[in-house]
């Protein structure tokens, strides 16, 4: 089966760097994702990791470590609007994409 | 360009009504797929499609068909309706399965009574 694990809930300051830990247990697995949900919206693409290491975009960066099953996303110089639920998904060799249950963080001021 | 349009928005249902949500994307996406989010339970991948005419369960298909008879859509259809089937149903789609950004549609709300 699939399933991937991550933290429930995660609360940071303002300005603060803040990590979402994601580890998976997938057959066949492609690459991991993640994706951002506000309250009552739809969830948005962040990143996608095939390879092993870090990719950037712009505050939010995301890892994957093939090895250890585990990927992080990043958060830098967190704002108010990144409060939401961020999700990671599996992309595996059957072509589904399966997600976590989603970390939900709240930022501070 | 619209994206990813779900209807209805909002549905109510009695217990044992059939209904089809629809879903349709105007990108020329080869992947779409059916998910439903409940509380604390993320996104659950119910049917999927990698293309026209081919379909594939997910994680919890039981109550549900789909079918892709044309690019453009991938309609869900609840055949008898259920209390558990209260959800928000969310539709996506991406160019290929292998480019993982999904687009999702804004969701339909549905409460079975």
């Known amino acids: 089966g699939q399933s991937l694990e991550q933290p429930s809930e995660v609360t940071a300051v303002e300005g603060a760097i803040v990590q979402i830990n994601c580890t998976y247990q997938?057959?066949?697995?492609?690459?991991l994702s993640w994706y951002q949900q506000h309250d009552g919206g739809a969830p948005t693409f962040l990143s996608y990791?095939?390879?092993?290491g870090l990719e950037e975009t712009g505050r939010f960066s995301s890892f994957l470590s093939r090895s250890d099953s585990y990927g992080y996303l990043l958060l830098q110089e967190l704002q108010m609007k990144d409060s939401a639920s961020y999700f990671c998904?599996?992309?595996?060799?059957?072509?589904?994409?399966?997600f976590g249950k989603g970390t939900s963080l709240l930022v501070t001021p | 360009n619209a994206g990813v349009t779900q209807t209805p928005k909002f549905q109510v249902l009695k217990t044992g009504q059939s209904m089809t949500l629809q879903c349709a994307q105007d990108?020329?996406?080869?992947?779409m797929s059916w998910y439903r989010q409940d509380p604390g339970m993320g996104l659950r991948l119910i049917h999927y499609?990698?293309?026209?005419?081919?379909?594939d369960q997910g994680e919890v298909p039981n109550g549900y068909n789909v079918s892709r008879s044309t690019t453009e859509d991938f309609p869900l259809r609840l055949l008898s309706a259920a209390p558990s089937q209260t959800s928000v149903y969310f539709c996506?789609?991406?160019?290929?399965?292998?480019?993982?950004?999904?687009?999702f549609g804004q969701g339909t709300r549905l409460t079975v009574v």
């Open positions: 996506a789609s991406s160019y290929r399965i292998e480019n993982t950004e999904a687009f």
């Open positions: 997938t057959s066949g697995f492609y690459g």
């Open positions: 990791n095939a390879l092993d």
């Open positions: 998904a599996a992309l595996h060799s059957g072509y589904a994409l399966n």
């Open positions: 990108m020329n996406h080869e992947y």
């Open positions: 499609s990698v293309g026209a005419g081919i379909t």
